[in-house]
């Protein structure tokens, strides 16, 4: 490219190959550069030193005339809306307004849609990653999804030791539901064990259904059942303090009772109870019939 050059001056330690000026044949004019590509192209730094200032950053602006002046940064852009012909990419993530599924998407009623273009909700979010959302803390910290009527709030979180819970009360908040390990707690932390369900304080319910899996006691019924005698049974009680089959109120303390368990040895004990009963019945009858003849006699 010709025209008109201005060289450093020679010396034998630099052949004068800089080029400090360099005024093209096309009317560009390159600094430090042989072939601008601008009508000024400079190769380096630029500085203005009545642009320079000592009281923080600073930004370069062109007025409607084209002249040059500095302000400050704002925190913001202060340039109002912006438009993009196309979609924002984000290191490969996009806020998309065209149509596409690829990242984030605002339709015209405001609803905001993750991986869908047809937001349902004002906050849509649709997954291909097995249908999960996920809100994550690492450490000691605790994650809660937090719902609410600007009355009431309730969260569903996970603690960092892996428990799971619902929460009421954003403010001051209060666990009302545990989970781990497949078992659920209300009131308190699941215990460990074969239970899966776990709750402090009273429940109360319009029915309850249990379901057993050992056999009822309709067996007492049968006739080859063994009713103990009653001098046994009195002699059982004196020496335990508690009827045969029945927990002690040790046992009881200590380990609770199983209600379908227990539900069933006490219609046991009231079967029994019922041969007891017709047995003696019997006895009485036999009795009044022997009065009955003598009182013949």
Known sequence: ??????????????????????????????IGSSSPSAKLDIEGDLRVSSLATNTGNKMVISTPR?????????????????????NINLNGNFLSGDGSNSGIFFNTHGFLGIGTNTPLAPVDILSTRDNNLFLRATGSERSTIWTSNDINSYGIGVD????????????????IMYFYDGRVGIGAPPLAGSHTLYVVGGITTVEVTVKL??????????????????????KFIKDNKHLP????????KEKGIELGEMNTILLKKIEELTLYVIDQNKKIEALQNQINILKLK
């Open 66 to 86: 084209g002249l040059l002046g500095i302000t400050d940064i704002p925190s913001g852009d202060n340039l109002g809306n912006h438009i993009a012909t196309q």
């Open 245 to 252: 089959d029945v927990p002690t109120a040790e046992n009881v």
């Open 213 to 234: 899996q050992q056999n009822w006691s309709d067996y007492v019924f049968n006739k080859n059942y063994c009713l103990k005698p009653l001098s046994d049974l009195e």
């Open 160 to 175: 960092n030791d892996g428990t799971g819970y619902l929460s009421s009360n954003k403010s001051t908040p209060r666990k």
């Open 1 to 30: 490219m010709g025209g008109l050059n201005f060289w450093k001056p020679w010396n034998p330690n630099n052949n004068g190959g800089n080029f400090y000026l360099f005024l093209s044949d096309n009317g560009n004019v390159g």
